[in-house]
């Protein structure tokens, strides 16, 4: 067998594992450094670096290196984000690759380095992710088996990127869109379906245990004024206020969510439903008013299993309490067997 036939071989075990780790590989980072010790070893250099753009940051950091000292690469990577000049830089901005730039290493001895854009193409037009760098001390000459072989590992780790980020961001959007179907969007309060599962598990367990459970329902008061008198935009600001202010008075164990379009509902394990709903009444008190307008709520409160055995029931009797409450005045409070 010729040496070329064996360099051949070897060249096809090497591209066999890295279309392995791009297709498998559940750890981008893991993923970026195999690559780049692969992209090394096949162009003989002994230090390396994958430099991307970072989004939130605005700036290119160095996402994989291999052969840098850590003070080495941190320079390295402030060298690569602050002049624009650099060689790298200037390949990470989408320019052609550069091959054989003179640089020196932390020592001051002269190396050579070859950069290859690292790119994307989306709708059709080439997005720059950052730049493959590798090195070696001079004298290297650069030939065009090495610029295919640098070009085909950059390729590869472009994708590795991107498919990353697409990944991370679908998990992302899925996260949002979990979160929203849990979420009411005006308030960031738990919706009313999150809630009513929430109340029948936390019926079941008093039920178990032998244990109270209360709810406290609670109405804004006038909600309709303060839209006429403010518009729509000014209701919802004061519906968010009205959120802020039930979660920052109720208890960890208690669970708050908008119940329906100016109504929002406790749940709150044990018999001290009128407790807490009676704190939620005194926030409000000690507010100052929204453009001149005074904030209130009345408040309904109903106990598992004293006001009733199901969430029908529980909810039918806050209700009613509610109305009691209303019928006395704005920020007013009664218990379902006050009625």
């Known amino acids: 067998m010729t040496d070329r036939d064996q360099a051949s071989i070897a060249s096809d075990v090497s591209l066999a594992a890295a279309i392995a780790t791009v297709a498998r590989s559940v750890d981008p980072d893991r993923a970026l450094a195999s690559l780049l010790s692969a992209a090394m070893a096949s162009v003989a250099a002994d230090r390396g670096a994958v430099v991307l753009w970072d989004g939130e940051r ?5 996402s994989a290196s291999i052969g840098h000292t850590p003070a080495a690469a941190a320079a390295f990577e402030t060298a690569v984000a602050t002049n624009s000049e650099h060689p790298v830089a200037r390949t990470a901005h989408g ?16 190396l050579l380095t070859a950069t290859w854009p690292l790119r994307v193409t989306s709708d059709g037009v080439e997005v720059p992710l950052g730049a493959l760098s590798v090195s070696r001390p001079a004298p290297w000459s650069f030939g065009e088996s090495h610029a295919t ?29 979990e979160r929203m179907a849990h979420t009411d969007a005006l308030t960031g309060l738990a919706n009313a379906r999150t809630l009513s599962r929430v109340l029948e598990l936390e019926l079941a367990r008093a039920g178990r245990q032998g244990t109270d459970l209360s709810i406290a329902l609670f109405d804004v008061d006038d909600l309709a004024g303060a839209n006429t008198e403010g518009g729509p935009g000014f209701g919802d600001d004061i519906l968010r206020e009205v959120a802020a202010t039930l979660a920052e008075s109720v208890r960890l164990v208690d669970t708050v969510a908008r119940w ?14 009128v407790t807490v709903a009676q704190r939620v009444l005194d926030a409000f008190a000690a507010r100052p008013a929204s453009k001149g307008r ?22 039918a009797a806050a209700e009613a309490a509610l109305r009691t409450a209303k019928a006395s005045g704005r920020g007013a409070l009664a218990a379902a067997d006050a009625r």
């Open 95 to 110: 320019q052609t690759a550069i091959l054989g730039a003179e640089t020196t290493d932390e020592t001051g001895g002269p």
């Open 149 to 177: 072989l640098l070009a085909a590992w950059a390729d590869l780790i472009a994708i590795t990127v991107d498919r990353a980020r697409l990944s991370a961001a679908a998990q992302e959007h899925g996260e949002w869109q």
């Open 260 to 273: 329906g379009g100016d109504e929002f509902l406790i749940v709150a394990p044990g018999s001290a439903g």
């Open 294 to 315: 005074p904030i209130t709520v009345s408040a309904g409160v109903a106990r598992f299993p004293a006001d009733g055995a199901s969430s029908d029931q529980l909810v």
């Open 58 to 62: 605005g700036r290119l950091m160095v």
